[in-house]
């Protein structure tokens, strides 16, 4: 190659390297959700991609990178381009209680990403056996003190939500829990209706359906106030424990991201989450729709790692990386 080929290509490699950067800005998202195709937050995702995509003139993906307890697809995120071309949508507790239970924490939700919105809330919900003799959240820790032996709970997994709502209802409550993580709340519920386990906390989407066919009984949910998918449960607050669980999804982007473009794409996932027929599919699923600013979800990222820090502290939960 001559001297003057050479300093053409040299210079050109700059020039190149801009336009690949507007291709990704104006062409393809991924929307990484780090768990399994077809749960409730993978068809969040799907449903507002769908939205989305015209809205921001791109093409918009949603990819299921699986592993970890959502660790693997945040992990992907976390050392993507800045470009535009890859977002996360994860749930709020995968983004403050990884961190905490790691022992040596492996990302920052604050330093790491870019918030956009939030997405979506769903609550929790405590759910006995029809082998338990109990009829509201009173008589169940009354059979529960009457019956040390019979003191195992499911949650869904270790290091979750349900997980340190154990832990506080075991410190309330002033009797000894035995947690039993599952594979997943089809599991706990199947365990439920056979009465091999007293009781479990799991989604309240999940256990909704067999708690109307009367084969499990929720007495309680999470949720500040009365959840509208079951109106007649009262919250863990209204059965005197101290407790606000409710959990969300959440959108960010990998720090240095443009905040403008942020700022867009919160708009976007916002608008299509206020569209009636999306709104109406996430709610047949347990879902509330919300969106917010990205102020809103640094806010509410900062106000549960307050909560669950001195819970999960308390507990010396830790899991190896």
């Known amino acids: ?38 749960a409730g937050g993978d068809t969040l995702c799907r449903l507002i991609a769908q939205e989305m995509a015209p809205a921001l003139q791109r093409t918009i993906v949603v990819e299921n990178r699986t592993g970890g307890d959502g660790l693997i697809g945040i992990k992907a995120v976390k050392g993507g381009s800045p470009d535009g071309s890859m977002v996360l949508v994860t749930t709020g507790p995968t983004m403050y209680l990884l961190p905490m239970v790691e022992t040596i924490p ?8 870019v918030p956009v919105s939030l997405l979506a809330r769903f609550e929790f919900a405590l759910v006995i056996s029809p082998a338990v003799d109990a009829v509201d959240f009173k008589s169940f820790a009354a059979w529960l003190k009457a019956h040390p032996d019979r003191t195992s ?26 947690r039993v993580p599952y594979r997943g709340s089809a599991a706990i519920l199947n365990d439920l209706v056979g009465g091999h386990v007293p009781f479990g906390i799991t989604t309240l989407a999940d256990a909704l359906a067999q708690h109307r ?6 007495i309680a949910v999470s949720s500040a106030e009365r959840s509208p998918f079951a109106s007649e449960v009262p919250t863990l607050k209204e059965s005197g424990i101290d407790l606000v669980a409710d959990a969300w999804y959440g959108m960010w982007l990998p720090a240095g991201s443009s905040p403008e473009f942020a700022s867009k794409l919160g708009a976007a996932a916002s608008a299509a989450l206020a569209k009636p027929e ?33 819970v999960v502290k308390a507990t010396g939960y830790k899991i190896e990386n």
């Open 213 to 218: 066919a009367k084969g499990v009984k929720i």
């Open 278 to 310: 999306v709104k109406e599919k996430l709610t047949a699923i347990g879902l509330i729709p919300v969106g917010s600013s990205a102020e809103g979800l640094t806010k509410e990222l900062a106000a549960n790692t307050a909560f669950w820090q001195p």
């Open 1 to 38: 190659m001559d001297r003057r080929k050479f300093m053409v290509r040299c210079l050109s490699l700059p020039l190149l390297a801009q336009v690949g950067a507007t291709r990704a800005q104006a062409g393809l998202t991924k929307i990484i959700f780090p768990f399994a195709a077809g």
């Open 153 to 178: 709970f499911g949650v869904p997994s270790s290091g979750t939500i349900p997980h340190f709502m154990g832990s506080k209802l075991e410190k309330d409550l002033g009797i000894p829990l035995s």
């Open 106 to 113: 492996s990302f920052d939700a604050a330093k790491d990403f």
